[in-house]
């Protein structure tokens, strides 16, 4: 889970499966979507994530099932009423095999 990994930066991967956009307040971004997202030793860590597509995510031109590798520092955020928890400061993305 991702609370274990609370404030460290470890290494992931992900299965890449759409990408999507957002509203920002300079009008909207695209985002990718990446599912049964598991850290380094195997272990299931997210069943689903989204990134905005920032550069390191545009550059190697993702298509349905490729498998992405990254490695991200895990930060608390607030979803409505609850904590939740999420990978920020992507760094290091590229494909990989499972």
Known sequence: MLIDQLGKRGRYKGKFVRTGIRPTSKGYIQTVLLIDVHDNEGRLVASH?????????????????????????????????YMDYKFSCPKHVHLTVE
Do not use: H, Q, T
Not at 62 to 78: K, N
């Open 49 to 81: 994530c989204w990134f905005d597509a920032l550069e390191c995510f545009r550059r190697i031109n993702l298509m349905y099932g490729d498998i992405v590798a990254f490695s991200a520092r895990v930060e608390p955020y607030s979803k409505g009423n």
